[in-house]
């Protein structure tokens, strides 16, 4: 899954669906290229405009050239360097409007591709060295972010890297399509792309390049006057580093900010506001709830803010490590004692804001992420980059997702707004729902009143509002899905089936060759015919509860796989086998078996049922092929592996586990029972008891999930149909499903999704045997997340920042997910796949 900020790439096109960046409507800020001369032609491909002389044929790979530019200069940029290619022959691509060149050096920009303008593909060296001189000179003295992939050319906005021409994929490590480069041999290898300047080690430094490369030496032995200990956060604007100072011993953090870099859509960069932050720290010395500040030093061209250290955890960690919500057991004393610690928490954080007040500045982006709680208990506020004074008209008000003021609030107001919104999140942390409708505010109200004991005096939390204001303003039922009122018996399955398909299909785009449905954004990484996060998921999810799948869309996903990269991998969930299961379903055996054939295997690495061999074969015996799907549970179950890296039913040794049960369940042999129960045990030792007396798997630190995706009930699921198979008594395998059971009756979970939200742990329920009561209440919660549209339900996707038809966090799985709690149907992983 995309990081938070990657994520909000995908979030500027579109304010429903995740989106791709070159659905943003541009087209007044497209740049106007020079009449190119005859042969050459011009094509608009995503965010790029490409020029290629007709009938030239650029090599799969080699030394490529990347030109930065600010907005302001692009033009002349563009004007000049179309002018030398244009003379040389030699094709190039540049970013299509003004608009994506701010957003390809933004804050949240992933930072290897961060700041590329144009990029130009030399034939051959000798024409690389000849462009490298003449571009450099005549660009020399522009301006331009730093692309960190790449080595830089002098005082000019030219950067080298090697790497591939056109795009190449071939499955990774772990099965997962990975961009590759071809070494001399004739073999892959990943084409890394990081943020440092690299080569392959097979490849020859040109000459031109050999001064650049010692100069960049010689820059990088010059560092800031401090010893750096720790990297604790990295953007495209730059890192937050942990340091001491070598004069006193003192721990101190350091705050970089790049040049013309993390530009913001008010138009600064890093540098500025990192500027604005110390002139605010500097005005705010003397308040405790305020970082000390040390100084502000340029080196190698960027800023180092040097500030007091505070000890102390994130509110968003200490939130985390002490909601009582994600505790089975948690008792009504357990509740208020959390309720006094928010209310001291806020009432700290509210001292702060005042006393920045009355030095006449606003705080200006109050979320989680920037409240440090010292050891005693007291709230200091930390990255004052948007603090501006209180008389400021148009100062910038950045927000956070969910916890964004009202524009017309003054300075002063919008930090206390963004207070009570905080103390809501602090309650349930899902105020992102808020923004996908205003109405979500007065259910995470009401859910907050009914669930803590507040002081008969205290105010009820969060926004000040009426609730039937509210509903009545925005037309929100007296329960926010009625289908899933939590107070019936049973939810009404038929209505919600409609409700949600309804959804799905008003997000139909079959006119669109990328995606038919809108998903995560790794539809668009991945492709859209892929079971995780494209067609093939949604259509196999409708096919499974029995709705009519339009033929338009069976077409729509086969050509959409014919047209897939075949040697890309993916395994089930990003590749062509998930596809091929699905197509089969829908009556293409034939096209499946194509399909299917033409898929690129999974290394020996990748063993998972997600992107490794287990979900190959568990397809292959879907398919028909023992003979295939036999090979490849012999080689799970007879190769040696180390403890493994992760547990769960996507990428842990519970895929493997569900091969050797289909295999077992085909042949009647009980050596697959034997290698299923091997593998189960595996994963069984990455998870614990917790307190509560729930079964979850431990990830790193003091993390424990139970998702059906990455945590104990996908699991349990493949333990429970081992148990049903085995036919005999296993204390072991019975106590760990009585614990996860019990875990996924968990009240508070963020994400409504079935891999790693409440649908799954409402799947989980219905097939670990719970009581109906415990199975529908957990689906009935579903209400807290989804969003009514005029008759249909929408279901927010990962993160919550946008809505979501596909199966691993959207509609699609609900839809499964629900089938399963809601109907008599028998419940197996590879139904809530849409696999059996």
């Given amino acids: 899954m995309p990081d938070l900020q990657t994520s909000q790439l995908y979030c500027l096109a579109d304010r429903r669906y995740y989106e791709a960046l070159d659905q943003l409507a541009d087209a007044d800020a497209h740049f106007t290229l020079p009449e190119a001369p005859g042969g050459w032609r011009c094509l608009a491909q995503g965010i790029w405009t490409v020029l290629t002389p007709i009938d030239h044929q650029p090599p799969e790979q080699g030394w490529k050239i990347h030109l930065a530019a600010l907005p302001a200069e692009a033009p002349s940029t563009l004007a000049a360097v179309s002018g030398i290619c244009f003379a040389a022959g030699v094709p190039f691509k540049f970013l299509r409007s003004a608009d994506m060149l701010r957003i390809m050096s933004a804050t949240h920009t992933p930072r290897p591709s961060s700041g590329k303008f144009l990029t130009v593909y030399p034939a051959d060296e000798a024409q690389f060295g000849k462009l490298v001189e003449e571009l450099s000179a005549a660009l020399k003295g522009r301006r331009g972010p730093y692309i960190l992939s790449d080595l830089r050319i002098g005082n000019s906005p030219v950067h080298v890297r090697y790497g591939a021409f056109r795009p190449r994929y071939r499955p990774g490590p772990d099965g997962v399509p990975t961009p590759v480069l071809r070494g001399p041999s004739g073999a892959f290898e990943p084409d890394e792309r990081r943020p440092v300047f690299r080569t392959p080690t097979w490849a020859t430094v040109p000459d031109v390049l050999v001064p650049h490369m010692a100069a960049r030496e010689n820059d990088m032995e010059s560092g800031p006057p401090y010893v750096v200990r720790d990297a604790l956060h990295f953007t495209n604007a730059g890192g937050v580093y942990l340091a001491d100072d070598i004069r006193t011993g003192d721990r101190l953090v350091l705050r970089e900010a790049r040049p013309h870099s993390g530009l913001d859509p008010y138009g600064a960069d890093a540098q500025e506001r990192l500027r604005r932050e110390y002139a605010t720290l500097r005005r705010l010395a ?97 990255d004052f980059e948007y603090a501006a004074p209180l008389d400021e008209p148009d100062a910038p008000r950045p927000g956070a997702a969910g916890l964004t003021p009202p524009a017309h609030l003054t300075g002063a107001e919008a930090d206390l707004h963004a207070l009570d919104m905080l103390r809501l999140w602090m309650l349930l942390p899902m105020t992102e729902l808020r923004d996908r409708h205003p109405g979500k505010a007065t259910t995470m109200v009401r859910l907050a009143i009914d669930r803590f004991p507040f002081p008969a005096e ?23 899905a009625g289908w899933l009122d939590g107070s019936a018996a049973r939810p009404d399955w038929p209505a919600l089936r409609r409700a949600l398909t309804a959804g799905v299909h008003s997000a139909a785009t079959p006119e669109r060759t990328d995606r038919l449905f809108p998903g995560a954004p790794e539809v668009f990484t991945y492709g859209g015919h892929t079971l995780a996060h494209g067609a093939a998921g949604v259509l196999g999810a409708l096919h499974r509860i029995g709705e009519p799948v339009p033929e338009t869309y069976t077409e729509w996903l086969l050509t959409a796989a014919r047209r897939a990269d075949a040697n890309a ?147 349990a699921m493949v333990a429970h149909a081992y148990l049903a198979a085995a036919g005999e008594d296993d204390p072991e395998i019975t106590a760990f499903v009585a614990g996860t059971r019990l875990a996924c009756t968990n009240l508070f979970v963020r994400e409504p999704g079935l891999l790693q939200g409440r649908a799954g742990l409402a799947a989980g329920l219905a097939a670990l045997g719970a009581p109906r009561t415990a199975v529908t209440a957990q689906a009935a919660r579903l209400a807290w997340h989804g969003v009514h ?38 419940v197996s992983p590879l139904s809530l796949l849409a696999l059996d």
């Fill in 286 to 382: 003397e308040l405790p709830c305020v970082p000390q500040v040390f100084g502000l030093h340029e080196i190698w061209g960027h800023l180092y803010l040097a500030e007091e250290y505070v000890e102390g955890e994130t509110l968003l960690h200490a939130v985390i490590a002490r909601t009582p919500l994600v505790h089975v057991g948690h008792t009504r004393q357990d509740l208020a004692y959390y309720v006094a610690w928010v209310d001291g928490v806020v009432g700290s954080i509210r001292e702060a804001l005042a006393a920045v007040h009355t030095n006449g500045m606003a705080f200006g982006d109050l979320h989680p992420g920037n409240v440090i709680i010292r050891p005693d208990g007291t709230a200091a506020l930390i």
């Fill in 458 to 480: 205290e105010p009820v939390p969060g926004p000040d509002a009426d609730e039937n204001a509210v509903r009545a303003l925005f037309g929100i039922p007296d329960h926010d």
């Fill in 569 to 715: 991998g993916g395994g089930l969930f990003h590749g062509l086998h998930g596809t091929a299961s699905v197509l089969a379903d829908l009556g293409r055996r034939e096209e499946a078996l194509e399909l299917a054939d033409r898929a690129a295997e999974p290394p020996p690495s990748a063993r998972g049922l997600a992107t490794g061999a287990a979900g190959v074969g568990i397809v292959q015996l879907k398919l028909g092929n023992l003979t295939a799907a036999l090979r490849i549970g012999e080689r799970l179950a007879d190769e040696p592996v180390d403890p493994p890296d992760e547990a769960g039913l996507l990428l842990g040794a519970s895929g493997p586990a569900l091969l050797h049960l289909a295999l077992h369940q085909a042949t009647g042999d009980t050596q697959w029972l034997r290698a299923s129960r091997a593998a189960l045990a595996q994963d069984m030792s990455r998870c614990v008891t917790r307190p509560d007396g729930t079964v979850q798997v431990q990830r790193s630190g003091e993390r424990y999930l139970v998702y059906l995706g990455m945590g104990s009930a996908g699991i």
């Fill in 789 to 826: 549209d005029s008759g249909r339900l929408l279901i927010p996707g990962a993160q919550m920042l946008r809505f979501s038809a596909d199966l691993a966090t959207g509609s699609a799985g609900v839809l499964l997910a629900l089938h399963a709690a809601l109907t008599d149907t028998p």
